[in-house]
């Protein structure tokens, strides 16, 4: 693809630059803060040396004054009410998705979200191309047949799986960025680029491009909704689709229409076992991106509504 040239950068609005950076250090703090905590709650027990060397907790009374029994290890360990709502929406989009995704007709309401999980499906098979030393010739996008990397060279032991875990992996951070306002704000940004990406690389019907622009007027218009509340709950929407876009998928292939030429297949012929096995083991994955991001959202923004539209008035306010 030849590069775009001449477009110029947009000046950005006074006082972006302190916020963004500062927005920037505290979703890297949160992020520190996650890992603590899902390495927390993953532990059997924290350890604590007593007289006849065997491990307990400290006493409830005591337990604040003990240097690695602080109140953000014990926070991480139940949700609030903010967070309760944000689980059941993410159960909804599910349930939703999975309806939606084998409706023939009404599955077109999901056109410009499947184009954006297909991009990011090919964008994880290119990414570990070049990675591996290979070149990316072109990426083609399709909601009716899927999309197609080409590539020169690489490593296909890891091109194959990376574009269902690739879309995975993305979906997951989405879904974390999902717990928050302010996170929610920059996920959309990278979003919108995104969008308009598959606009190059898709196939450019009329339909195709009216459901992608609308899909982009949401994330500008869900901006200005609830101080961007509705934003985050789309933003929610797309992680979770994206994380479970490799479920449906090798469903699809594998079970329903039986495609000998889908990823699992291929790499089930060039490394041996089914295509079936490898199939469930990518979805375990995926599983896995998404249940951690969700603990790992859990741990990071335990802030109420009321505590994230302060936070999202120093950042972009809408």
């Given at each position: 693809?030849?590069?775009?040239?001449?477009?110029?950068?947009?000046?950005?609005?006074?006082?972006?630059?302190?916020?963004?950076?500062?927005?920037?250090?505290?979703?890297?703090?949160?992020?520190?803060?996650?890992?603590?905590?899902?390495?927390?709650?993953?532990?059997?027990?924290?350890?604590?040396?007593?007289?006849?060397?065997?491990?307990?907790?400290?006493?409830?009374?005591?337990?604040?004054?003990?240097?690695?029994?602080?109140?953000?290890?014990?926070?991480?360990?139940?949700t609030n009410h903010t967070q309760r709502v944000t689980l059941a929406v993410i159960a909804?989009?599910?349930?939703?998705?999975?309806?939606?995704?084998?409706?023939?007709?009404?599955?077109?309401?999901?056109?410009?979200?499947?184009?954006?999980?297909?991009?990011?499906?090919?964008?994880?098979?290119?990414?570990?191309?070049?990675?591996?030393?290979?070149?990316?010739?072109?990426?083609?996008?399709?909601?009716?047949?899927?999309?197609?990397?080409?590539?020169?060279?690489?490593?296909?032991?890891?091109?194959?799986?990376?574009?269902?875990?690739?879309?995975?992996?993305?979906?997951?951070?989405?879904?974390?960025?999902?717990?928050?306002?302010?996170?929610?704000?920059?996920?959309?940004?990278?979003?919108?680029?995104?969008?308009?990406?598959?606009?190059?690389?898709?196939?450019?019907?009329?339909?195709?491009?009216?459901?992608?622009?609308?899909?982009?007027?949401?994330?500008?218009?869900?901006?200005?909704?609830?101080?961007?509340?509705?934003?985050?709950?789309?933003?929610?929407?797309?992680?979770?689709?994206?994380?479970?876009?490799?479920?449906?998928?090798?469903?699809?292939?594998?079970?329903?229409?039986?495609?000998?030429?889908?990823?699992?297949?291929?790499?089930?012929?060039?490394?041996?076992?089914?295509?079936?096995?490898?199939?469930?083991?990518?979805?375990?994955?995926?599983?896995?991106?998404?249940a951690a991001a969700i603990v790992a959202g859990i741990a990071a923004f335990p802030q109420?509504?009321?505590?994230?539209?302060?936070?999202?008035?120093?950042?972009?306010?809408?």
């Amino acid at each position: 693809m030849a590069p775009m040239n001449g477009v110029a950068a947009a000046d950005a609005p006074p006082g972006f630059a302190p916020a963004a950076v500062q927005l920037a250090r505290d979703l890297l703090s949160k992020s520190a803060l996650a890992a603590l905590a899902i390495a927390a709650i993953t532990s059997e027990a924290a350890a604590f040396p007593t007289a006849e060397g065997t491990a307990s907790q400290p006493p409830a009374d005591e337990a604040h004054q003990h240097p690695h029994y602080n109140a953000h290890t014990r926070r991480d360990l139940t949700t609030n009410h903010t967070q309760r709502v944000t689980l059941a929406v993410i159960a909804a989009y599910i349930v939703a998705i999975a309806i939606l995704w084998n409706i023939p007709v009404v599955s077109y309401v999901l056109w410009p979200f499947k184009m954006l999980v297909i991009a990011f499906h090919e964008f994880g098979h290119a990414f570990a191309a070049v990675c591996t030393g290979g070149k990316v010739v072109g990426i083609t996008l399709d909601p009716r047949e899927g999309g197609e990397t080409r590539m020169i060279g690489g490593r296909n032991a890891i091109t194959l799986p990376a574009g269902y875990l690739g879309s995975s992996l993305i979906g997951a951070l989405l879904i974390f960025c999902g717990f928050h306002v302010n996170a929610s704000k920059v996920a959309s940004m990278v979003l919108g680029v995104c969008f308009l990406l598959t606009l190059w690389w898709g196939k450019r019907d009329w339909l195709t491009i009216v459901t992608i622009l609308l899909a982009v007027g949401l994330l500008v218009g869900f901006w200005f909704i609830a101080h961007a509340h509705a934003l985050r709950f789309l933003i929610l929407f797309i992680g979770v689709m994206s994380s479970l876009y490799s479920a449906w998928d090798i469903c699809d292939d594998l079970i329903i229409r039986k495609v000998h030429s889908s990823d699992a297949s291929v790499f089930a012929r060039r490394y041996g076992g089914s295509s079936a096995c490898w199939g469930v083991i990518w979805i375990i994955i995926s599983l896995c991106f998404m249940a951690a991001a969700i603990v790992a959202g859990i741990a990071a923004f335990p802030q109420s509504f009321e505590e994230q539209d302060r936070d999202s008035l120093h950042f972009l306010p809408t």
